[in-house]
């Protein structure tokens, strides 16, 4: 029995323990540390009716029972009767709980528990008792029926059990708990003594559990945490739960372990700075459900972090002595599994078994947990890694208020251990991916990105390495790569064709590419924008005829250049490239191949919205705009076929001129910002030549040409400078009276009409049917007034008008010779009418 007094011990229990330390699943996990602790390889676990011939009071209630096959020495027998003070594990770098606070837990479910380890020859302590901490060396005063632990009841706990201990597995050795649930009938004699609370360690109304299975024994979250607690052990290999007639029944459900699965080692089986490989698979079986958890990870002892030895640490003098064993050991461990439930990504903090965790659902078939172990200091109650900050995953090493100096130092160990944790996830991550495919790793990389695991921590995790979605024209798939100067570069998308762009094509060779939206587990630092020449070398290679000829083409080039910095897309290199591109594009576009297209099928077609958002990406300054044109005055919205094959011809002649602006036919004019260039007097004159020779050839589209040639003159203060060498091109259109036909004119006819006041703009009218009979020797010629406004402005032109009574008498001032006088009888009614 216990040596203490025991309403000290009640009060430890109820102030230090149990209000720090959570019931339940906890409760169990600590139980499986401690076999673990004793080398058990087969756990057994289960509620059991009680034993109603029992001479002691606490076997006939419902109990929880524990069945391991570990080593229960006499130095074990001997520790839990001190378990209320302490334990002698720190001593031990290879322990993780043993008959410590993992047993004092039980106290959250019982008022006292019995043991019973397997006989061994000349036995120094008791092989089976009860742990009362009501009792001490008198007895029970609270209780005074619960005295010893007969042998008679000891036969008969076994007896209870013997379907399980009757397993092979338990032939050579076997420890047995027996927790009786806390009960109403366990109440003390007495309330109250001395000012101390008796009646019940707890007594909340969920501390009672009577005839009643807990839940937590069965629940699927239980089965799902053994599940994910045997890759943290090294020994253990089967969990097994059991109710009430185990001589009836078969066990509830079945977690295993094959022995030849590579999972936790020894730590003193561990070289320093060498990692060890974890990967196997956990099945569950049970009536409702049957899983198998697939697992992989690593585990590492670190020597070093950041300049920093951890012998430095464990060398001070205030350092714990009882913890001068403690070895700076990690490991990450991913899982996978299939579930019924809604998939969830679970981040667990572990030292060696789960301390916390925390979880969120995502869009998959499989859920995932990600557990990350450290030999960290942690609170009184095992509850919390000490300098934890739940919110943002981090470790704070600094001291607030109540920290004492071995505090600090704790945090400062845990503080290190953890940023060389961190350091191993990606190396882990890509062990555990090998068995994924691309989609299972994006869904799982997503939902890392929003856990302040990654948000808060990314640069530690990818200090040395980053994970990306890596992209070339053989494969795309999950890369580690190494984060030292690596040219890493994102794409909108995958391209839908390489060979469409040869240079991107070779860039996998020097470059890491990748596509934007994939969740990749980069640093901060990284630089993923391209540089000017990078984008020039990808425009020049493009051959415009396969890019604008296919939609994905066009759509992953827009994509792609609209991704860029502003800065890179304006950089003026940039700009000739992509205005050499688009040149070239457009006169293909427009070459013969492409006329059955038409300029208004064409606005319909689903490459115009790509096209103009390349345009647009083009500076305003660069691009000038040529207004939409008709062939002939239209009478509808549509042309028709011999108008677009006229149009396309026109625009395919201006393309082929060696301009530094990009002409741009309003089609393809962007709606955001309109095209702002000017044509440079030498630009105007080629493109002015260029239509006057289309004139030449085919005077069926006078009309249109001669709309764009007035369109590009009204842009010039002085239009003599261009028009002056090109006096002889023919380049506008007039009205000859005399012959009542339109003709086309260069500048020096109409200079020469001119200087005889023969020109008149506007529409003709009665004085110039009259002014053409009684002068037969003039040719009037009339032309549009936005033609004449444009002439206007060169000083030999100035003055052009419409034919008034005015002009009339200026023409009849020169003296021309006049017809005979039947002939001028109407001008002189006109004249006369006018005045």
């Not at 006939?60 to 130095?75: K, S």
């Not at 050579?172 to 609370?197: A, D, K, N, V």
């Not at 053989?474 to 580690?480: D, G, I, T, V």
């Not at 040409?705 to 091109?729: H, V």
Request: proline letters at 4%; one cysteine or more.
């Amino acid at each position: 029995m216990a040596e203490h007094h025991p309403l000290g011990s009640i009060e430890y229990l109820r102030e230090n323990l149990l209000k720090n330390y959570k019931p339940g699943f906890p409760v169990l996990k600590e139980l499986v540390q401690n076999a673990e602790d004793a080398g058990s390889t087969h756990f057994d676990f289960g509620w059991i009716e009680g034993i109603s011939n029992a001479k002691h009071p606490l076997l006939r209630t419902p109990a929880l029972f524990i069945v391991d096959d570990g080593t229960f020495t006499n130095e074990n027998a001997r520790s839990i009767r001190y378990i209320i003070g302490g334990s002698n594990k720190p001593k031990d770098q290879d322990a993780i709980g043993k008959f410590g606070l993992g047993l004092k837990s039980v106290f959250h479910l019982c008022e006292a528990f019995f043991y019973i380890g397997s006989e061994i020859q000349n036995p120094r302590s008791k092989r089976a008792d009860i742990f009362n901490p009501w009792a001490d060396r008198d007895g029970d005063l609270y209780h005074p029926e619960w005295g010893e632990f007969d042998p008679e009841d000891c036969k008969k706990v076994k007896d209870a059990l013997n379907k399980i201990i009757e397993q092979p597995e338990y032939q050579s050795q076997w420890f047995i708990l027996w927790i009786p649930l806390r009960h109403i009938s366990h109440q003390t004699h007495e309330l109250e003594e001395e000012g101390i609370q008796l009646g019940y360690i707890k007594n909340g109304k969920a501390d009672f559990f009577n005839k009643e299975i807990p839940s937590f024994l069965s629940e699927e979250a239980t089965k799902l945490e053994f599940t994910l607690l045997l890759p943290l052990l090294h020994s253990l290999k089967t969990i097994r739960y059991w109710e009430n007639d185990l001589d009836c029944g078969q066990e509830k459900y079945l977690i295993t372990i094959n022995s030849g699965e590579r999972r936790h080692a020894a730590l003193s089986k561990l070289n320093p700075s060498e990692a060890h490989a974890l990967k196997g698979t956990v099945n569950l079986t049970s009536r409702s459900s049957c899983i198998d958890v697939e697992f992989s990870g690593q585990e590492i002892i670190h020597v070093i972090h950041e300049n920093y030895t951890f012998t430095d640490i464990r060398e001070r003098d205030n350092f714990p002595t009882k913890f001068k064993n403690i070895q700076p050991h990690t490991a990450v461990i991913f899982g996978r599994w299939q579930s019924s439930q809604p998939a969830n990504l679970m981040i667990r903090t572990a030292v060696f078994l789960p301390i916390a965790s925390s979880s969120s659902n995502i869009s998959s078939q499989n859920s995932f947990c990600l557990t990350l172990h450290g030999y960290f200091f942690v609170d009184f109650a095992r509850t919390g890694i000490l300098g934890w900050n739940n919110e943002r995953h981090i470790i704070a090493i600094q001291r607030f208020e109540g920290d004492d100096d071995d505090t600090v130092l704790k945090k400062e160990w845990n503080f290190h251990l953890y940023k060389s944790l961190l350091g191993t996830i990606l190396d882990a991550l890509k062990d555990f991916s090998q068995g994924l495919n691309n989609d299972e790793i994006e869904i799982f990389c997503k939902a890392l990105h929003a856990k302040p695991l990654f948000r808060e921590n990314s640069q530690e995790i990818c200090e040395k390495k980053q994970w990306i979605y890596r992209i070339n024209p053989q494969e795309e798939r999950w890369q580690l790569i190494d984060s030292g100067q690596v040219h890493l570069r994102i794409l909108p998308k995958i391209p839908p064709n390489w060979a469409s762009f040869p240079h991107l094509k070779k860039l996998p060779e020097q470059y890491y590419l990748t596509v934007e939206g994939k969740p990749n587990l980069l640093a901060r630092k990284n630089t993923l924008t391209w540089k000017s020449e990078e984008i020039c070398d990808i425009l020049d290679s493009l051959k415009p005829s396969e890019i604008f000829s296919n939609i994905d083409n066009l759509s992953f080039l827009q994509a792609f250049l609209s991704q860029q910095e502003t800065k890179v897309i304006n950089d003026e290199k940039v700009q000739v490239s992509l205005r050499e591109l688009l040149h070239k594009a457009f006169r293909e576009l427009l070459h013969k191949a492409f006329a059955k297209l038409g300029i208004a099928e064409l606005q319909k077609d689903k490459i115009l919205p790509f096209v103009k958002k390349l345009v647009e990406l083009l500076l305003p300054k660069n691009r000038y705009a040529i207004a939409k044109f008709a062939v002939n005055e239209p009478t509808s919205v549509k042309f028709d076929a011999n108008e677009q094959t006229a149009v396309h011809n026109v625009l395919n002649k201006l393309y082929a001129l060696n301009l530094d602006v990009l002409l741009i036919y309003e089609i393809f004019e962007p709606a955001s910002q309109s095209s702002q260039a000017i044509l440079k007097s030498e630009q105007a004159v080629d493109v002015l030549t260029c239509l006057s020779d289309i004139l030449k050839e085919d005077k069926s589209i006078y009309l249109a040409i001669c709309n764009l040639i007035k369109q590009i003159l009204s842009k010039f203060d002085s239009p003599l400078i261009i028009i002056g060498e090109l006096a002889d091109k023919i380049l506008f259109y007039g009205y000859k009276y005399r012959e009542k036909k339109t003709y086309l004119w260069s500048y020096a006819k109409l200079c020469e009409s001119r200087s005889k006041n023969l020109l008149f703009t506007g529409k003709y009218n009665t004085i110039a049917a009259a002014l053409n009979e009684a002068i037969p020797d003039y040719d009037f010629i009339f032309i549009e007034e936005d033609l004449a406004s444009i002439l206007n402005k060169i000083p030999s032109m100035k003055g052009i008008s419409s034919l008034t009574l005015d002009s009339c008498k200026n023409l009849l001032d020169k003296k021309p010779i006049l017809a005979i006088p039947e002939q001028r009888i109407n001008l002189l009614k006109e004249l006369i009418r006018h005045v």
